[in-house]
């Protein structure tokens, strides 16, 4: 990697984008971070993870929603960032069946912002998050960025599909470099308190029931932080370029005649949600007791990334398991709660 180059992670007081930070100040990046530090959860979460960041004098931090059009710009005037990685977003498929409109305008709105910045102020690289839901009802496995996704199931999906749609324009109009990642069940230390292992392993200690959706016959391709942030980061250098042997006639999804491509950053092993639930357990020490429930509106009972893209461009993919990456869950959970086992 390079030894002294400057990046902006939007989102960096986020799951991904703490961990991404983290990984990029190692390595030797300048790194400015923003995000907006809204209230979707618990707040105190996020400034935990900014005072870590902000440890590290090769940090820079700023407050600043991506809708705010004009301190994006001028953040971009002052700063040229050579490359961009965009993880702000409004997150979760089940929020959006209840707040649609968040969707639209941190998600839309807000990444067309980043584009736009990114476009008049030189960016050499825009990375950007999208998600595993954009395969919606997709039922071939694994899952792969070569097929078709235009049946989403949630405005969410619907959301980061737009995003992958609005990077290839920005590619093809402006020559703007752009790489789409679609992570799959993302889970880690400092995670989003929304999200299962969080919900599961607070219940479980509160000896409250969890629920179980499909009845537990969801199988999720669960993939650990570390290995996200590795894939991301060994992605950066690697400007998108353009596919000669594109064609209009038999088009690529995946790549394109413009400088655009999009990975899955996946662990490539599906896993039972109630084997999931097991895992938990065995490291606790403590029963679940489960609601068993059907499958909720937004949800697809199965996710398997196909990364061999992702492996062939970078050498690497995600591996670690679920043993492995919970029980590292576990320990900070079991830390920064301050919980007495």
Known sequence: MPSVKSVLVTGAAGFIG??????????????????????YYDQRLKTSRLDILKADANFS???IDLTDQKSINDLFANYKFPYVVNLAAQAGVRYSLTHPHAYLESNLHGFLNILEACRHHGTQHL?????????GANKKMPFSVHHNVDHPISLYAASKKSNELMAHTYSALYNLPTTGLRFF??????????????LFTK???????????NNGKM????????DIVESIARLIPKQAKPNPAWSGMNPDPATSFAPYRVFNIGNNQPVELLRFIEVIEEKLG????????????????????????????????????IEKGISEFLDWYIKYYNIKL
């Open 185 to 198: 069940t993302v889970y880690g230390p400092y995670g989003r308190p929304d999200m299962a292992l969080f």
């Open 127 to 135: 990375v950007y998050a999208s998600s595993s839901s954009v395969y």
């Open 18 to 39: 703490f961990h991404l930070t983290k990984k990029l100040l190692q390595a030797g990046y300048q790194v400015t971070g923003l995000d907006n530090i809204n209230d």
């Open 219 to 226: 199988r999720r391709d669960f993939t650990y932080v570390d």
């Open 203 to 213: 219940a479980i200690l509160e000896n409250k029931p969890i629920d179980v959706f």
């Open 61 to 63: 931090f700023h407050t």
């Open 286 to 321: 403590r029963k679940a007791v489960k609601n068993f429930m059907p499958l909720q509106d937004g949800d697809v009972p199965e996710t398997y990334a196909d990364v061999e893209d992702l492996k062939n461009e970078v050498d690497f993919k995600p591996s670690t398991t």
